[in-house]
């Protein structure tokens, strides 16, 4: 049965028009991309069928656009279609610290280093940079490792919060293995830059670590 037989509160598009993006799985999501299915699939099917095979959703839109392309049911037009629709998302999620706004909720930061870091094979360290009113000044990646740790120099950190004549920074990295949970080299690091930060009156306001899932805040534990 093709998608336009099915009745109209399960297809997708009107699933999405009558309750919000957020009522629809990862394959009917995925299906309004596609629009068509396989040769004997709906658009669906085929979306479930790209989730099994290669997902979850996240390890398949970390592809980049090649890896995308070559996927039955996808091609080169689609694979961009998915592309931009992720670097729209990613914009979409920066836009609020790029025009300058004052970071007042924590959990926006959160969001954004997990936006610039998440899907990285190395582990990145990177740290987003404050004026007097937090606003962002400048977001910058560090320190580059490997999948298993990245040396952080607490003098560089001082270095470029001066250098952005910057008031306050929250830092972030990422763990490739997918675990969030903050170790105690994490915890050792976080004091260290602490402490460097606040021999130039910078205050360190959190660390996140970056994993699947919700970020995990060093300030939210009581360890900044």
């Given at each position: ?116 870091l ?75 830059l ?8 910078v ?17 939210a534990?009581?360890?900044?």
């Open positions: 049965m093709h998608i336009r037989d099915w009745p109209s509160h399960e297809r997708p598009r009107e699933k999405l028009l009558s309750r919000g993006a957020a009522a629809l799985s990862d394959a009917e999501l995925l299906a309004i991309f596609l629009g068509s299915g396989l040769r004997g699939q709906d658009a669906v099917a085929t979306a479930r069928q790209l989730l099994d095979r290669h997902g979850p959703l996240r390890r398949l839109l970390e592809l980049d656009p090649a890896g995308l392309a070559r996927l039955p049911g996808l091609g080169p037009a689609r694979a961009c279609k998915l592309s931009a629709a992720l670097e729209l998302c990613n914009r979409w999620l920066a836009a609020g610290l790029e025009r300058g706004e004052a970071l007042t909720d924590p959990a926006s930061a959160g969001r954004y280093f997990a936006q610039r998440r899907g990285q094979a190395i582990e990145v360290f990177a740290a987003l940079f404050l004026d007097t009113r937090h606003r962002a000044l400048a977001f910058e990646e560090l320190f580059r490792g490997t999948i298993d740790g990245a040396e952080v120099h607490p003098r560089e950190v001082v270095r470029r919060a001066l250098a952005h004549n910057a008031a306050a920074v929250i830092v972030g990295h990422n763990h490739p293995s997918g675990n969030p949970e903050p170790s105690a080299a994490d915890r050792a690091v976080t004091a260290q602490k402490q460097s930060l606040a021999l130039v009156d205050r360190l306001l959190d660390h996140f670590v970056v994993g699947d899932g919700a970020p995990v805040s060093l300030a534990r009581g360890w900044v």
